[in-house]
């Protein structure tokens, strides 16, 4: 059970939008839609913002959006705001009741 | 509101048992769902350490399956976990969380706010 793939870090100004790849196998993120990703901002637990792919819970900004083909999954922040500032965590579903996560990317906003 | 509160040692000691607990309110553990462990190692990532089901089956990680027990008390109002024979590696902060679903038990909400444990002499 490897780590799924991540950027170290992205950045991007106010306003404009960016995307974080994760990338893993046929027997995670390509076998299932079951991708999750999470904001953890410094000192605080991780917070679910996009869970099943493209499904935002209750409470997250309508700015971040979820997509997947093949074994990669991407999460997409749209209109950059200080407070997206954080890391950012993929994990997937890997089969036998089994969970993956990502190593994390560094969101800097310029 | 369901509302996950751990408590438990912050220093362990090599070789030794760590011992976590994660208080549930506002949901009963054997109603449904899975409730699980993640651990982060100091500017490191997450790690995915295993889950408890309501039914009470667990599910660990592969790599820490012969260190890990995970269980939960007659009560069901929390949960816990132990992992033995601990060395420096498992230095970490370590978070409970509660999954959402249970046909995807990757969509972890609520978390716990976290425990660092650190193992030294």
């Known amino acids: 059970q490897s780590a799924l793939t991540q950027p170290a870090s992205v950045s991007g100004s106010p306003g404009e939008s960016i995307t974080i790849s994760c990338t893993g196998t046929?027997?995670?993120?390509?076998?299932?839609?079951?991708v999750s990703w999470y904001q953890q901002h410094p000192g605080k637990a991780p917070k679910v913002i996009i869970y099943?792919?493209?499904n935002r819970p209750s409470g997250a900004s309508n700015r971040f959006s979820g997509s997947k083909s093949g074994n990669a999954a991407s999460l997409t922040i749209s209109g950059l705001q200080a407070e997206d500032e954080a890391d950012y965590y993929c994990s997937s579903y890997a089969g036998i009741n089994t969970v993956v996560f990502g190593g994390g990317t560094k969101l800097t906003v310029l | 509101q369901v509302q996950l509160q751990q408590s438990g040692p912050g220093l362990v000691k090599p070789s030794e048992t760590l011992s976590l607990t994660c208080d549930v309110s506002?949901?009963?553990?054997?109603?449904?769902?899975?409730w699980g462990w993640i651990r982060q190692p100091p500017g490191k990532g997450l790690e995915w350490i295993g889950f408890?089901?309501?039914?009470?089956?667990?599910n660990y990680n592969p790599s820490l399956r012969s260190r890990v027990t995970m269980s939960a008390d007659m009560s069901k109002t929390h949960f816990s976990l132990k992992l033995t024979s601990v060395t420096s590696a498992d230095t970490a902060v370590y978070y409970c969380a509660m999954t959402r679903s249970v046909r995807d038990p990757n969509w972890f909400d609520p978390w716990g706010q976290g425990t660092l444990v650190t193992v030294s002499s």
């Open positions: 408890l089901s309501h039914s009470g089956d667990t």
């Open positions: 506002g949901y009963s553990i054997s109603s449904r769902y899975y």
């Open positions: 099943d792919v493209n």
């Open positions: 046929s027997s995670d993120v390509g076998g299932y839609p079951y």
